[in-house]
């Protein structure tokens, strides 16, 4: 596709376009008016002038008697010099020249072919060929006292002079056009910058793509958004924030509408009207709960309105605890404290039916199961931290009925860095979380986790006995959202990815519908002098 001229190009081409027609055509039209005009004035002139000579009593003596003694010749040539004009003939009714400007064509007959009117008693101007060459022509009749014609005068301007005059006009249009033109141009020029500069330089495709880029944006975020201009009235909002706000009607249908008929408690124009930044504060709209931050408007130091952003509070609270791995810690301590209550009422139980020998037996078998663990696991997992999260996700793995276990190989030096011990739990908890999840509908059901600590690399191996992955989500199984479980699902994997990446290792996967899957963890790791 041909790229179109920029803006400023297109209008200054356009602008100088339509300048350059209106001063053409209007020279033109001025120049076709202005040369009738000097046909007209021209030719009244010399109907002047002939009126004068034809009403002087000397001509018409002279051409009623019929003598011609000079004088004619002579008062014709005064006229002439007098009036400014090319020619002054006077002649009789057989057309016979009394006077011309060559004294010798005196006596000849009139040259033109336009003289047979005047003859007849008519007054008219006209343009003929005559001897000294084309001219305007001006004829009167010339009349005795008593009303009878006997002559004509014809007085003319040559059409060299008349020439003359309308390059003369023609030269003062063009000037005046280009000097017209010269304006345009300028015009143009300051025009197309103020719109350039009006437009921050942008193009109008680039503007386009700015303004679907915008509503794009806007359509994707997760937060609600509705902005107000300096009246109160919705100049955006997004399809979020219609579902939050619980307004059914399209986007359209709300602009312009006062922000105070939606939602009465924005708070929009009380901020916009003092001017102050309000973040995170927690608001009812409609019994939802929400964190919203609203900001006025200034441009060019003015406050022009006012926008506001909100989310669900549940929301906010739900994604944090996955952010920040409280969720893990929450669940493990939960599992422990249901094992710890089952244990309890079993005990409970066995008090009350006085089965005292039974209760000791059951007593020292828990205790002995209980250090077991506890003893296999802290052997192996020097850091306690993840010791004491990996006996809670034993103790959830027997709650849910799952066998899980620990290899006997593994091995987990204590760590230079402690805040080291956060990454690795979000990184194995999720992990362990995703192959409980797998093991659901499975019909053999086992996970097994193995963490061995090498050359200061940190190997973490999960796996399950699971239906495996398809290949459809093979490509964005770190993703964001991406989960073959419900809604608000598919976390976990891309927590596991951004702590890897954060601690500068890798993360890969294996899995089929046979073997289930394993996940592989690997990341550099800086170990105390104790090791397994």
Same mark, same amino acid.
């Given at each position: 596709?041909?790229?179109? %001229?920029?803006?400023?190009?297109?209008?200054?081409?356009?602008?100088?376009?339509?300048?350059?027609?209106?001063?053409?055509?209007?020279?033109?039209?001025?120049?076709?008016?202005?040369?009738?005009?000097?046909?007209?004035?021209?030719?009244?002139?010399?109907?002047?002038?002939?009126?004068?000579?034809?009403?002087?009593?000397?001509?018409?003596?002279? $051409?009623?008697? #019929?003598?011609?003694?000079?004088?004619?010749?002579?008062?014709?040539?005064?006229?002439?010099?007098?009036?400014?004009?090319? /020619?002054?003939?006077?002649?009789?009714?057989?057309?016979?020249?009394?006077?011309?400007?060559?004294?010798?064509?005196?006596?000849?007959?009139?040259?033109?072919?336009?003289? *047979?009117?005047?003859? *007849? #008693?008519?007054?008219?101007?006209?343009?003929?060929?005559?001897?000294?060459?084309?001219?305007?022509?001006?004829?009167? %009749?010339?009349?005795?006292?008593? #009303?009878?014609?006997?002559?004509?005068?014809?007085?003319?301007?040559?059409?060299?002079?008349?020439?003359?005059?309308?390059?003369?006009?023609?030269?003062?249009?063009?000037?005046?056009?280009?000097l017209g033109l010269t304006f345009g141009i300028g015009g143009a020029l300051l025009l197309a910058s103020n719109v350039k500069k009006t437009l921050f330089g942008l193009e109008p495709e680039e503007i386009a793509k700015l303004l679907e880029e915008r509503s794009a944006m806007l359509q994707s975020v997760r937060e609600g958004i509705v902005a107000v201009d300096r009246g109160g009235h919705i100049s955006l909002i997004?399809?979020?924030?219609?579902?939050?706000?619980?307004?059914?009607?399209?986007?359209?249908?709300?602009?312009?509408?006062?922000?105070?008929?939606?939602?009465?408690?924005?708070?929009?124009?009380?901020?916009?009207?003092? #001017?102050?930044? &309000?973040?995170?504060?927690?608001?009812?709209?409609?019994?939802?709960?929400?964190?919203?931050?609203?900001? %006025?408007?200034?441009?060019?130091?003015?406050?022009?309105?006012?926008?506001?952003? /909100?989310?669900?509070?549940?929301?906010?609270?739900?994604?944090?605890?996955?952010?920040t791995g409280v969720r893990m810690y929450v669940e493990a301590l939960r599992s422990q404290a249901h094992e710890f209550m089952n244990r309890l009422h079993v005990i409970l139980g066995l008090v009350r039916l006085e089965c005292y020998d039974q209760l000791a037996a059951y007593i020292n078998q828990i205790a002995f199961d209980h250090q077991t663990e506890v003893d296999f696991v802290s052997r192996r997992i020097k850091?306690?931290?993840?010791?004491?999260?990996?006996?809670?996700?034993?103790?959830?793995?027997?709650?849910?009925?799952?066998?899980?276990?620990?290899?006997?190989?593994?091995?987990?030096?204590?760590?230079?860095?402690?805040?080291?011990?956060?990454?690795?739990?979000?990184?194995?908890?999720?992990?362990?979380?995703?192959?409980?999840?797998?093991?659901?509908?499975?019909?053999?059901?086992?996970?097994?986790?193995?963490?061995?600590?090498?050359?200061?690399?940190?190997?973490?191996?999960?796996?399950?006995?699971?239906?495996?992955?398809?290949? &459809?989500?093979?490509?964005? $199984?770190?993703?964001?959202?991406?989960?073959?479980?419900?809604?608000?699902?598919?976390?976990?994997?891309? $927590?596991?990815?951004?702590?890897?990446?954060?601690?500068?290792?890798?993360?890969?996967?294996?899995?089929?519908?046979?073997?289930?899957?394993?996940?592989?963890?690997?990341? %550099?790791?800086?170990?105390?002098?104790?090791?397994?």
């Amino acid at each position: 596709m041909k790229k179109l %001229p920029r803006l400023q190009t297109r209008i200054i081409l356009l602008v100088c376009s339509l300048v350059t027609a209106c001063l053409l055509v209007t020279g033109f039209l001025i120049s076709r008016v202005m040369k009738a005009d000097i046909h007209s004035q021209t030719g009244n002139q010399a109907l002047g002038v002939a009126r004068q000579v034809a009403f002087d009593p000397l001509v018409a003596q002279a $051409l009623k008697l #019929g003598r011609d003694d000079g004088r004619v010749q002579a008062f014709a040539s005064r006229c002439m010099a007098a009036a400014k004009v090319d /020619f002054i003939v006077v002649f009789d009714m057989a057309g016979i020249r009394w006077s011309h400007r060559d004294p010798e064509k005196v006596g000849q007959h009139v040259v033109g072919g336009d003289e *047979a009117a005047v003859l *007849a #008693g008519s007054e008219y101007t006209s343009v003929a060929e005559g001897t000294l060459g084309s001219s305007v022509r001006a004829f009167t %009749p010339v009349y005795d006292e008593k #009303g009878k014609q006997v002559g004509a005068v014809l007085v003319g301007i040559l059409m060299t002079q008349v020439d003359k005059l309308q390059r003369q006009i023609d030269l003062i249009i063009v000037m005046i056009t280009l000097l017209g033109l010269t304006f345009g141009i300028g015009g143009a020029l300051l025009l197309a910058s103020n719109v350039k500069k009006t437009l921050f330089g942008l193009e109008p495709e680039e503007i386009a793509k700015l303004l679907e880029e915008r509503s794009a944006m806007l359509q994707s975020v997760r937060e609600g958004i509705v902005a107000v201009d300096r009246g109160g009235h919705i100049s955006l909002i997004n399809d979020v924030g219609r579902h939050m706000l619980g307004v059914p009607v399209a986007e359209k249908m709300l602009l312009g509408k006062l922000v105070s008929e939606v939602v009465p408690n924005s708070r929009l124009v009380e901020v916009m009207q003092s #001017g102050k930044l &309000e973040f995170d504060q927690e608001q009812n709209i409609f019994g939802t709960s929400v964190l919203t931050s609203r900001v %006025p408007l200034v441009v060019n130091g003015k406050t022009v309105g006012a926008i506001a952003t /909100f989310r669900d509070k549940t929301e906010v609270k739900r994604l944090a605890e996955e952010l920040t791995g409280v969720r893990m810690y929450v669940e493990a301590l939960r599992s422990q404290a249901h094992e710890f209550m089952n244990r309890l009422h079993v005990i409970l139980g066995l008090v009350r039916l006085e089965c005292y020998d039974q209760l000791a037996a059951y007593i020292n078998q828990i205790a002995f199961d209980h250090q077991t663990e506890v003893d296999f696991v802290s052997r192996r997992i020097k850091d306690p931290v993840i010791a004491g999260f990996i006996l809670s996700k034993l103790s959830l793995a027997r709650e849910k009925s799952i066998p899980m276990q620990l290899t006997e190989n593994s091995c987990l030096p204590g760590p230079k860095q402690t805040d080291m011990s956060h990454e690795l739990v979000t990184i194995i908890g999720n992990l362990v979380e995703n192959a409980f999840d797998a093991l659901a509908q499975a019909a053999l059901r086992e996970v097994t986790l193995h963490i061995f600590y090498e050359a200061e690399k940190l190997t973490i191996s999960v796996s399950d006995t699971g239906p495996g992955i398809s290949g &459809e989500l093979a490509a964005t $199984l770190f993703e964001c959202g991406v989960s073959t479980k419900a809604v608000n699902r598919g976390i976990g994997l891309s $927590l596991v990815k951004r702590s890897v990446e954060r601690l500068s290792g890798t993360v890969t996967y294996t899995s089929n519908t046979a073997q289930g899957t394993v996940f592989t963890v690997t990341v %550099p790791y800086e170990s105390k002098v104790i090791l397994c």
